[in-house]
């Protein structure tokens, strides 16, 4: 089976602007989660979607916000961006919603000027 | 809400020799799984080992194994032979119930020759 993998993998904005970074989960996987990475907080978790419904949501304001489709490919949108947000964007997928090996995708580094 | 704390920002070993890193974590679940990610400078997230609390016996894979102390909440990760694709950043990771994934702030392990 393929990976999962994300879209774009490098990413430049500006301050202001709004980006839309996009995962594929392996096949069969209806879990996917975002993080987000940084030197200084860690991972820190930012969604979960399972079968098209956010079920899981980490605290983070209304500028991040995600959405998942029937394919269950898998959306994040950050708006109004802010130098903070330079980070890695990893997202990861699994069958089920819990209890199970998350396998994550290269990630999308992206980078706020 | 479940927190996970990784005491060692840093370890360093020798080639072929074994080192641990340490894990504790606090959670309200009953039933919960622990896991152990490595991350190279790739940046790349693999699972490297998990275990379901509520089994008593330490899960192994290979040169990788964990000493689950269930009481202490400690989940220490034991690597013997170490060798130089080792290196990596390690992630210790708790989940339970419909919680999301927490992770450890991550132990960055060099291995020297």
């Known amino acids: 089976k393929a990976g999962v993998t994300q879209t774009p993998r490098y990413l430049i904005k500006t301050r202001g602007q709004q980006v839309t970074l996009s995962c594929s989960p392996i096949s069969g996987h209806r879990s996917v989660s975002w993080y987000q990475q940084t030197p200084g907080q860690g991972l820190q978790f930012l969604f979960e979607y399972f079968s098209e419904t956010q079920r899981n949501k980490g605290n983070f304001p209304g500028r991040f916000s995600g959405r998942q489709f029937s394919n269950s490919r898998s959306e994040m949108n950050v708006s109004t961006l802010e130098l903070g947000d330079s980070a890695l964007y990893l997202c990861?997928?699994?069958?089920?919603?819990?209890?199970?090996?998350?396998?994550f995708g290269p990630g999308t580094r992206l980078t706020v000027l | 809400a479940q927190t996970v704390t990784q005491s060692q920002p840093e370890m360093s070993v020798q080639e072929a020799e074994t080192v641990t890193l340490s894990c504790t974590y606090d959670t309200s679940e009953s039933d919960y799984y622990l896991f152990w990610y490595k991350q190279p400078p790739s940046r790349q997230m693999i699972l490297v080992i998990r275990?379901?609390?509520?089994?008593?016996q330490n899960a192994t894979e290979n040169r990788f194994s964990v000493n689950f102390q269930k009481a202490a909440k400690s989940f220490s990760l034991k690597i013997s032979d170490s060798q130089l694709g080792d290196a990596a950043m390690y992630f210790c990771?708790?989940?339970?119930?419909?919680?999301?994934?927490?992770f450890g702030k991550g132990t960055k392990l060099t291995v020297n020759p």
């Open positions: 990771a708790s989940q339970g119930g419909s919680e999301k994934l927490v």
């Open positions: 275990q379901e609390a509520y089994k008593q």
């Open positions: 990861a997928s699994s069958p089920q919603l819990v209890y199970n090996e998350q396998f």
